[in-house]
């Protein structure tokens, strides 16, 4: 009889650990395909942050993740919107946030592993150490044409094309700068500068491929 006493007492505790579920999203069928599409490039094993990648990893940061998402300091995008397009863009578009925070006020349960997705696709970084141009000036008259594939900025900056026949382009503007954030910002469109195009350069030192 104690025995049976002191088993349900354990198992009520246990009970009230977690939080009661009210919602009918997982992590299985939903949220997984969420984080493996916008944050597995930071939060895997050997990555810049902890992993999320497993149900048993991403439960006990649930509350923060919608914390972080809510706030919008997570994915970490430093680029303003509306100035450049660019791929690999991580932003959570406003559904995938609302399926987040429900996920994790419901309660945030697993659901059945067999619908999980699979495994993660881990973002090429390569681009980070292709070879480029540097520049540190404010304004860079191109000399010889080039097409320009990506900027990797160094602080905050903001950078706009110039090209022969009058238009102005504005490719990028990083106005809150986190160097441990820092990435790549690979344009969706590659840029075709003819000689005579201008580089403004207003911030930090660029380096362009």
């Not at 009889?1 to 009520?12: K, N, Y």
């Not at 009970?15 to 009918?24: C, G, L, S, W």
């Not at 994915?75 to 100035?83: L, R």
Request: glycine share 8%; net charge positive.
């Amino acid at each position: 009889m104690i025995r049976s006493v002191i088993l349900g007492a354990a198992v009520a505790i246990a009970a009230q650990a977690h939080d009661p579920i009210t919602t009918n999203l997982t992590w299985s069928k939903e949220i997984s395909r969420v984080v493996y599409q916008h944050c597995a490039g930071c939060h895997r094993p050997g990555g810049r942050a902890m992993s999320l990648l497993t149900y048993e990893d991403a439960r006990p940061w649930a509350k923060a993740i919608r914390d972080e998402v809510l706030n919008r300091r997570m994915p970490p995008w430093d680029a303003v919107k509306g100035v450049g397009e660019f791929r690999g863009d991580p932003s959570l578009s406003q559904p995938e946030m609302d399926l987040l925070v429900s996920w994790v006020e419901g309660g945030a349960p697993e659901g059945n592993p067999i619908y999980l997705p699979p495994a993660a696709r881990i973002p090429d970084e390569a681009a980070k150490a292709a070879p480029g141009i540097t520049v540190v000036r404010a304004t860079l008259e191109v000399k010889t044409a080039m097409t320009l594939h990506a900027i990797t900025p160094s602080g905050a900056v903001e950078i706009v094309a110039s090209l022969p026949g009058g238009a102005v382009k504005r490719l990028l503007w990083v106005r809150d700068f986190r160097p441990e954030w820092n990435r790549t910002y690979v344009l969706r469109t590659p840029l075709r500068l003819p000689v005579g195009s201008k580089l403004l350069v207003y911030g930090a030192p660029v380096r362009m491929r």
